[in-house]
């Protein structure tokens, strides 16, 4: 059984248009993630939700923006999509407490032309 | 906000040997500190973890120490093989913030 899953794995799509990726977890976790990891490797922090509520947003442009449906779901939407947002998304979720292993998904590759 | 910085970037190193990755954090109020193992084109994974409250950790081939006073934690990797090549990424966090701060990975090369 996966974990922490995302769809699509890969995302290839133009400039401007609008784009959505989902995540499940079926660990029963209260806390999930968005971080972006770019083409030199460095994973950075996106959100952060606590039982469907907001944590953290690290500066993100408001382009972006996740929802969480229930606790065991995240998903991200992005308007107008740049060259600049070309990454892997990494979904992950941990337990309530945060000092804890995050559990990460597969990742999205997300190519924009 | 916290700053992660880890060092080496790239670590090249013949199979048997030991490899060690130094990280440095700012923010004297993290309590965690976990290391990520990815593998080309996989996920990060966790490997090993320590909190505040304990200066060494062991689990089989790898260790991670940490030095409070210095902001100074490293993982220590002996008798390397080549399974584990991968980007290796430290992270520290402090209770109530709910994310990760992510060093900038060093790719290491365990030569056979």
């Known amino acids: 059984d996966t974990a922490v899953s995302q769809t699509p794995k890969y995302l290839v799509t133009q400039m401007g248009n609008d784009k959505s990726i989902k995540c499940e977890q079926n660990l029963g976790h209260d806390t999930m993630y968005w971080y972006k990891q770019d083409s030199k490797k460095f994973l950075k922090i996106m959100f952060s939700y606590n039982n469907k509520e907001l944590i953290i947003n690290e500066t993100v442009p408001n382009r972006f923006s996740p929802k969480s449906p229930d606790k065991a779901h995240l998903n991200l939407h992005i308007n107008s999509l740049e060259l600049g947002d070309s990454a892997v998304y990494f979904c992950?979720?941990?337990?309530?407490?945060?000092?804890?292993?995050?559990?990460f998904g597969p990742g999205t590759r997300l190519t924009v032309l | 906000g916290e700053n992660v910085e880890q060092h080496p970037s790239t670590l090249s190193v013949q199979e048997g040997d030991s490899a060690v990755i130094k990280c440095t954090y700012s923010?004297?109020?993290?309590?965690?500190f976990p290391w990520y193992k990815q593998e080309l084109g996989k996920r990060p994974q966790l490997i090993i973890d320590?909190?505040?409250?304990?200066g060494e950790k062991k689990d089989q081939r790898i260790a991670v120490t940490l030095n409070k006073t210095a902001k100074h934690f490293s993982l220590h990797i002996t008798e390397t093989q080549p399974e584990d090549s991968a980007v290796y990424f430290c992270?520290?966090?402090?209770?109530?913030?709910?994310?990760?701060?992510f060093g900038s990975g060093t790719r290491l090369q365990v030569q056979p």
């Open positions: 992950a979720s941990s337990p309530t407490t945060g000092l804890d292993t995050q559990y």
């Open positions: 320590i909190r505040s409250n304990v």
């Open positions: 923010d004297s109020a993290s309590n965690y």
């Open positions: 992270a520290s966090t402090y209770t109530g913030r709910r994310a990760l701060t």
